[in-house]
Structure formats: C-alpha cells, structure tokens
C-alpha cells in the first residue's frame, strides 16, 4: 500500500517553486513613472513601491507632504528603495521633464471622464497619477492628465486601498 508521504514525495519532486534568479522577467514595451499625490500613510507608499518595482516602473515621484520614516518604509517595502527611489517633484517640474509628445498623462481616479483601466491600451509611455487615500487626486492636476482611468467594482464600498488599486492597474498597464 502506497502511503500518502510518499505521494506527496514524489509530488514534491516534480513540482519546484522557482528561485529569484530563476524567474524570467518579462520585456517592457512601455515606460511608467508613477506620481503619488499627498499619500499620507507610509504603509501604502511601501506597497506602491514594492508592486512599482515588480511591475518595472521606472521612476516614482511624490508630490505635497512626503516625510515617510526611512526604517518603516524599507520593511513594508521589502527594501525596493534599493531599486527605485522616491523623488519629490512639482507639477510644473514634470511638465517640463515628461512631455506629451512622449507620455501619456493618466490619473488613476473615478471622475464622470473616467474608463476602465482594462480599455486603456498604452501607445506611448505612462507618467501615472495616483491619489490621497481620501481625496484623491487634486482637481488641478485632473484637469492636466490627457485620460481618466478607474478601476471596475462590484461591491458595496465606493473605492480600493490606494497601494492596492496602484498594484492592480500597474498589472492592468502590462497586460
């Protein structure tokens, strides 16, 4: 009678999860740089930047207060500072730096302009706005993005977490 370690063994033989250097990173086809706007907990500027760096983003910006303790951020993070790191910025900075002939403007925000992220195909690179956890994105940055993106929802809440609607349509941008 075969018992059910030795299944599991041979199981376990033939599966192998894969290692960091054994994992294939997949080619870009397109740029983003991420723009946080006021995001006021340290712990969803961890998770933004952990999924930036999975997700290939280029560059990360904040904008308005931004003093997030270096210790906590590193930890929530899983030490992605090492790969990409925050840099404050103003809006007219990145006007200058990330013209539209070259990137897309997108806010990620639910407005009456507003699409499905999963309509959006990217035919240039993305300079990607994201929002306060309760405010949003200021209404004067709004009205510079060239496009409005949400995320669909089917339940009874009006909104995701910021880092993980961020993470979301950073995977959605790959698609």
């Excluded at 991420?34 to 910006?61: D, F, H």
């Excluded at 990137?103 to 309509?119: G, H, K, P, Q």
Aim: charged share 25%; hydrophobic share 40%.
């Amino acid at each position: 009678m075969i018992r059910f370690s030795q299944i599991y063994t041979k199981i376990e033989e033939m599966l192998h999860q894969l290692n960091h250097e054994e994992i294939r990173i997949k080619e870009k086809e397109f740029e983003i740089i991420l723009v946080l706007c006021n995001i006021e907990k340290t712990q969803n500027v961890g998770m933004i930047l952990r999924s930036a760096v999975i997700s290939g983003v280029a560059e990360v910006y904040t904008m308005g207060e931004s003093n997030y303790p270096t210790h906590k951020l590193k930890k929530i993070s899983r030490n992605a500072e090492n790969f990409l790191s925050l840099k404050k910025n103003s809006i007219e900075s990145l006007e200058e730096n990330f013209p539209r002939e070259k990137f897309t403007w997108a806010a990620l925000e639910y407005t009456d302009e507003s699409s499905a992220i999963e309509n959006f195909k990217a035919l240039k690179n993305i300079l990607l706005f994201v929002g306060n956890e309760k405010r949003g994105i200021p209404e004067e940055i709004l009205n510079k993005t060239d496009v409005h993106l949400h995320l669909e929802m089917y339940g009874n809440i009006s909104s995701y977490n910021v880092a993980v609607a961020t993470s979301i349509a950073l995977y959605q941008l790959r698609l």
